[in-house]
């Protein structure tokens, strides 16, 4: 079971920092929906490097996925935050290997239960 935590009410320039502890190692990622939008990709981090991330272009530059190990813990810092960012945002859990970041929902099997951030203008 993943449990996301870190979301809130910020105004627009704000850093947040979601957190996600997972039951062990795993492909992991970060997903949010806007009220009447799809669930998107935000940011992927691979199974076996932790390096090999993957940001969507939306975010790119401002939000930065990365994992503590020790703690099978992965974190969204979230810079600039914008109001077009408020969305319910989860994490995701999967079983793709290696350093392959997956970016698709479908690749994923195990589900958070989600966190709310509101950016205010």
């Known amino acids: 079971q993943l449990q996301a935590s870190g979301g809130g009410l910020v105004q627009t320039g704000d850093s947040l920092r979601l957190s996600c502890v997972a039951p062990?190692?795993?492909?992991m990622g970060w997903f949010r929906q806007a009220p009447g939008k799809d669930r998107e990709f935000v940011a992927g981090?691979?199974?076996?490097?932790?390096?090999?991330?993957h940001h969507a272009a939306s975010v790119r530059g401002r939000f930065t996925i990365f994992r503590d190990s020790a703690k099978n813990t992965i974190y969204l810092q979230m810079n600039s935050l914008k109001p077009e960012d408020t969305a319910v945002y989860y994490c995701a859990a999967g079983e793709s290997g290696g350093s392959y970041v997956a970016r698709d929902a479908r690749e994923y099997s195990y589900w958070g239960q989600g966190t709310q951030v509101t950016v205010s203008s």
């Open positions: 981090i691979a199974f076996r490097d932790n390096r090999s991330t």
């Open positions: 062990g190692r795993f492909a």
